[in-house]
């Protein structure tokens, strides 16, 4: 039968699927609009099951706040290349996915996928599978992290890849902004020294232990030499004791204590860390989504 460019149109329009995708399902369905929709749904799910373990180590870190500015959320969403983590529908999905977090501070991942992408909308799960047959690429809502607080929220966002989040004691959200792009730029292990973990800590003890050895110098000098490392090793990986990024004069401890300010806690995500990426050659990474792979 004839199948008229309106209805591809309109088809493509409600279902992001390709020109001649659309045109086949219309065919198939006799003309039938709501029937090619449902098919061409269904045949999204199946291409999001192919995708779905594909890397996806590319893609957004975003952050939120409510307008109370007392909630806020870092959200980490993937796909397999940089190219379609700048497009326009996978970044409005990634920020809707954020906006409904901070709105509903979900209890899980799975309590999150459940959920509407939009009110009355299909879920984030469904969204996400459709979006996977529209664009291509395996996509992950991998991770995000929650702050509430009746203190103060920073948060700082560095491009696309790095998120922070600080829950603050007194000081002002300005100096919670720049404890947080701090944070981003130093990667602090912990706020304070009794934080660091035992083990990390004895770890370094005893490779500072077989270096100070090397010298040869006595057992008391080579303790004073370790104690000496293990007191540089704390500046160095908690907030407090880093020097401040944007004055190195002062230390980020007496930046807090002159505002009167405490750091409660700090959230911070980088894309894709932890993901082992499969590096591809760029030309063999179009021709295989020209293949549609």
């Keep these: ?10 088809l493509r329009e409600r279902t992001g699927s390709g020109m001649m995708e659309c045109k086949k399902a219309l065919v198939d ?26 890397v996806a180590a590319e893609g957004l870190v975003l952050v ?3 307008d109370d500015r007392q909630r806020a959320a870092i959200v980490e969403v993937n796909c397999e290349t940089d190219f379609v983590a700048k497009k326009e529908e996978f970044q409005g999905f990634a920020m809707k996915i954020a906006q409904r977090v901070v709105k509903d501070t979900p209890a ?22 459709e979006l996977i047959a529209m664009i291509g690429e395996n996509i992950n809502v991998r991770r995000y992290t929650v702050v509430e607080t009746n ?26 902004k720049d404890i947080a ?15 660091v973990p ?30 000496g490392r293990i ?18 004069e002062i230390t980020v401890g007496a930046l807090l204590s002159k505002a009167g300010a405490e750091v409660l806690s700090f959230q911070r995500l980088e894309l894709g860390e932890g993901i082992e990426k499969k590096t591809e050659n760029f030309a063999e990474e179009v021709m295989a989504q020209a293949r549609g792979k």
């Design 1 to 10: 039968m004839s199948i008229s460019a309106a209805q591809v149109k309109e």
């Design 29 to 54: 369905a006799a003309g039938d609009m709501e029937t090619a929709v449902e098919a061409l749904r269904k045949s999204g799910l199946a291409k999001a099951d192919k995708k779905a373990g594909r």
């Design 64 to 66: 939120e706040l409510s």
């Design 108 to 129: 899980s991942m799975e309590a999150l996928l459940a959920l509407p992408l939009t009110d009355g909308g299909p879920s984030i799960e469904e969204a996400r599978k």
């Design 151 to 176: 203190g103060v929220v920073g948060a700082y966002l560095h491009g696309s890849r790095i998120g922070v989040l600080v829950e603050m004691q007194g000081g002002s959200e300005d100096l919670a």
């Design 181 to 195: 792009m701090h944070i981003a730029a130093s990667r602090p292990v912990c706020i304070t020294a009794a934080e």
């Design 198 to 227: 035992a083990d990390l800590l004895e770890t370094e003890r005893r490779i500072f232990a077989a270096q100070a050895e090397e010298s040869g110098k006595p057992a008391d000098i080579i303790a004073k030499m370790v104690e």
């Design 231 to 248: 007191k540089k090793y704390l500046a160095e990986v908690t907030l407090v004791g880093q020097p401040f990024v944007k004055d190195p």
